[in-house]
């Protein structure tokens, strides 16, 4: 914003064909690629996304190359056929033979980038062959991931900070967030030099699962899996986004993969699948919902309020908004007549979702406790006052 | 392209359709009300519906009168013609997108759905094999029966087919000047095709109500209400330009030479006849 | 059709236009018709730009600066449907409109009403569309491409926004009707195929691939629609349907209209270019067999589109080839444009400096093109600022600039005056900076990571967001001047000769200028 920007954004803008070389030339590390000013694709840390870089930078010169040539044409006759200099019009319009090579040479050039091209794509399509399978899965918006090899389920979610920032009149400044909407509450933790097959699909709208450095994106599309593969090469965190627009909040579905050196991975795995150490809390709930059924104690409304309150802010806020009041397509709750009269509904919608809307089920995604927090919450805060106090053995039943 | 006979004729300004405007702007806006389930939507729809039908007659009613009065030339009947021919052709590709979405579902997503793509059978679908015709592996439980070619698609497609003749039966004793004969042909021909319409509903009402083959039931209820809705839908068009045509040789609007009206329709009625047997082929027969 | 015929031309030989309003709502003749096309093509320019600037205003910083995501997804939706169906397209047809009768020396268009119809459904298509804005729910806020199942979470904008493409559909496949027969049935005596202006050519072209498509959408958008409301499953796995194969029968539509996009773009460019240069355009019948291969290739690409969504190998590798193989045609129409150039004689009037802008940035744009058609790599550019960056590069700079070089070109033809060639100049300056300053760093956004149709983004994106926001305010402000040209031209201005310029041929410049009201009454006899 300041003057110095607007000086670096120029001379950045003039400078930037130089610069693109400049930047592949010096095959920048990864940990740097993120970064700003970044010109080009990352080299990646995959075999594949080597190779996908190297027919980027294949092609990137060869339409450069093109490119310059129509350039430099037209200015020299620009600058060679003015009228003001006395230029006197040929009247020639046709050369069968010019046209000829001019048709042939181009269709050379493709076919020549087309064979690299060709071997690529066979290799990232060939998805047999892996160690093991992560299946993912994308909701609006989160993603979902599974080891289908292990006892392990999770969801991934934006970090609390980067959501507070994203805000309106936020709490905090975007400057001041690390990694700002790269960002996730649980990585997907994988290990390096295993190859790992990836299978996608959604839960609600198509999303896409990219992740730079990993050489590709796909989509995730409901009712079907799309398969990938990947190869890590070097530990390290790697960051990428949604990319498929999926309603409001597309640009907050990052992705974070870490990759661990073997032996760290299988200490992460087992963390996991103990439940030692801190498990994260959707981890937990996924844990708990296959546990034995324990005897539940009721709550009081200040617990029920609070745990609610927790649970609107994570789960539900981004649809419904800090208020309740709702926006476009997702309803208004305070105020709401049938949510404040009606707790069997309400109940039901928690649990079960609307199908074929954005209103996900999320009763398998929420404790008893934590489904009885919302609904005790939302039927009466923001002046919704209905009294009503739902236990956890209500949802119990309610399932 | 000659120009041989004089200059082209223009006319001096056309009020319906602009007339005509508000009404496509009514039906679109009160369907979607009523779709929206707005209390106004119905009857604003049946508003535009009306002024747009208004729009269509008293335009045709325009043009005809002034073919009537011999305004046209040849070159303007030949623009009627290519005019024509192009509205046939975006038809066809009308049809072609649901015909692509038939032939996707048997090729790709079905088999996919059902096997062909392990990961997608196994982990989302419990690997239910799926064979064509089908409502999908999400209404497994659902109880209906395909409709096949015997008898009554059979009995239409002979019907379809017989008025095809008839129609060019007509159109050969119109270039032979025989109006009896002409009117004899058309007639028949409204008549198959009034036929046809019936033997069409109470087809779907067999569906309905025996098969329990609806307009849900998975992808093969869709592609099959969908595909004969439409065809259903230009049989009844192509039917009432053929009684207006019917109407307009009785009135003897036609010569054996300048009746490109009657071609028109006749194009028409051809082409929902073709479409027909695309439909037979490949939804009731394969 | 009839005998009697020799009176039939009696009746138009008034040659002053009527006053008043129902002059332009009844009128069905082509300079009116292609007059009020190009003012609703030049306001929704300025409607669908300002969505622009609103997206460039919210990209401008990271953070939520102005306006809700949600809202955002509604002005780029809008945004593209608005300058694709209301700007570009009517744009083009009414260039088609004023222009294809003179060139071929006809009357008026074969079907004068269905003229005026096509005409006045695209504001009726408009309105309910443009309304959905204010509606419960909000707009279309799934991208113009309308994916399911995300656009069936719109709420009560939902099937405004289908029958507004149905309108619009009609609008576009009436006028294409029209010009086709006019092409083929209207041309003057010795007007033979090969000897029409590519302009007329490049429309019998793009007029077919509308007729061909247009109706695929409106397909397309009808099983939305029985999908949402009728409970038919085209687009649900769990029917037996796909959300994919929306987005193949979408892009068999979607990718021939890029094309109609830029066909009469191609058009007009190799009327102007030999103008200025003085000499005549270079391999005539090549350009037309390119545009020809172009339009077929068109209908065998689509899937360059869908990389990503998980297609059969053949399928990707069958795709990238047929995408690749454009560049062949494409590049012949660029050498071709160069070779005009070579050995003539040039001036630098405003159209044809708008003209050589669109050979060199259309380049990049398609060069871009050729970059995005290697699936492999496309896996890393697809859904990023990377496309963008390509298509604005051959929409804003191809498209675009190339209608503004076709209004320049003619504007004196069309209304008796030249326009201001100082204002004129500074325009075209002034936009060939900023739009490069608009829509170059996007290239680099994309290759660093940053996807397309996202409100706010990681702090690493943003000077390169900034400076593309800066470009874009000053580009929108350029357009002002474009404005104000018109308009200062429209009031007065020097009057310009018949034949304008000095290298220009063809029959519209053998005309009084302006135009009379009727022309060619009587064909004119081409040799
Ligand atoms: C006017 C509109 C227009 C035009 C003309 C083009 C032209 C081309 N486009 Fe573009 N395209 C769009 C509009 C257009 N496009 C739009 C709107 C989208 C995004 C849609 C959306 O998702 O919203 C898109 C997206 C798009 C994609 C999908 C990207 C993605 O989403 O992942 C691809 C992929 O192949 C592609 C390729 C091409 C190619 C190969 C051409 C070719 O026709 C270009 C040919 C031209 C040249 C190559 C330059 C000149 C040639 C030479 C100088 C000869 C020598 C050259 C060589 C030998 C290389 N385009
Ligand atoms: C012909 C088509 C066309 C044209 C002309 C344009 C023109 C412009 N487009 Fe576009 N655009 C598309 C077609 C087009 N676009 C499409 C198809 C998409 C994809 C949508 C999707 O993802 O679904 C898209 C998406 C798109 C995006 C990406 C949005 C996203 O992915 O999140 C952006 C972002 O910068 C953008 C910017 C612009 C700008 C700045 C212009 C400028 O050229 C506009 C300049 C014009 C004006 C500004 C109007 C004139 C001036 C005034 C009104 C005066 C007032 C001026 C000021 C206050 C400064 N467009
Ligand atoms: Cu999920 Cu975009
Ligand atoms: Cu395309």
Redesign the interface.
Known sequence: MNLKMLTRALSAVGGAGLLLFAASALAVPESEWRRPWALNLPQGVTSLSEQVYNLHMLVFWIVCIIGLIVFFGVFYSVWKFRKSVGAVPAQWHHSTTVEIIWTVIPFLILLFIAIPATQTMVKIDDTSDYDMTVKVTGYQWMWEYEYLDEDISFFSRLDRDSDRARQRNPEIRPQDVEHYLLNVDNPLVVPVNTRIRFLLTANDVIHAWWVPELGWKKDAIPGFINEAWAEIREPGVYRGQCAELCGRDHGFMPIVVVALEQDDYEAWVDEQVNGNGEAEETAEVADEDNGEVAEQEDMSMDELMSVGERVYGNQCLACHQAEGQGMATFPALAGNDQVIEDREWVKDVIINGVSGTAMQAFGNRLNDEEIAGVVTYIMNAWGNDSGEEVQPADIRAAR | ???A??????????????F??PG??LL??G??LY??GGSWGMPLMVVGAIITLIMTVM?FRD?VNE?VA???????????R??MA??I???V??????F??LF??RV???P??GGD?P??AR??WDSVA?SWP??????LDLDYQAMGPLWLPTINTLILLTSGVTLTYAHHAMKENHRNKVIAGLAATVLLGFIFMCVQSYEYVHAYQDLNL???T??????F??LTGFHGLHVTLGAVALLVMLIRVIKGHFTAD?H?GFEAAAWYWHFVDVVWLGLFVFVYLI | MSSTTHDAHHDHHDHAPPKGMTRWLFTTNHKDLGVLYMVFALIMFFVGGAMAMVIRAELFQPGLNLVDPHFFNQMTTMHALVMIFGAVMPAFTGLANWLIPVQIGAPDMALPRVNNWAFWLLPAGFVLLLLTLFMPGGGPAGGWTMYPPLVLQLGDAFPFLIFAVHVLGISSIMGSINIVATILNMRAPGMTLMKMPLFVWAWLITAFLIVAVMPVLAGAVTMLLTDQYFGTSFFSAAGGGDPVMFQHIFWFFGHPEVYILILPAFGIVSAIIPTFARKPLFGYSSMVYATASIAFLSFIVWGHHMFSVGMPLAGQLFFMYATMLVAVPTGVKIFNWMATMWQGSMTFETPMLFAIAFVILFTIGGLSGVMLALAPVDLQYHDTYFVVAHFHYVLVSGAIFSIMAGVYYWLPKWTGHMYDERLGKWHFWLSMVSVNVLFFPQHFLGLAGMPRRIPDYALQFAEFNMISSIGGFAFGLSQLIFLWVIIKCVRGGEKASDQVWEGAKGLEWTLPSPAPYHTFETPPVVK
């Open positions: 392209m000659s120009q006979q004089g200059a082209y004729y223009v006319p001096h300004d056309s009020r319906w359709p602009v005509g405007i496509m702007v679109a806006a369907f979607s779709l929206n335009w043009v073919s011999g305004k046209y030339n040849t070159q303007v009947d030949a623009s009627f290519q005019g192009w509205f052709f975006s038809e590709m009308f049809f072609g997108a649901f692509g979405a996707y579902a790709f997503s079905i996919w759905l793509d990961a997608t982990y989302l799926l089908t409502a999908g592996p999400g209404f609806r307009l849900d998975g992808i093969y209820g869709s592609t209400f969908m300048d490109f």
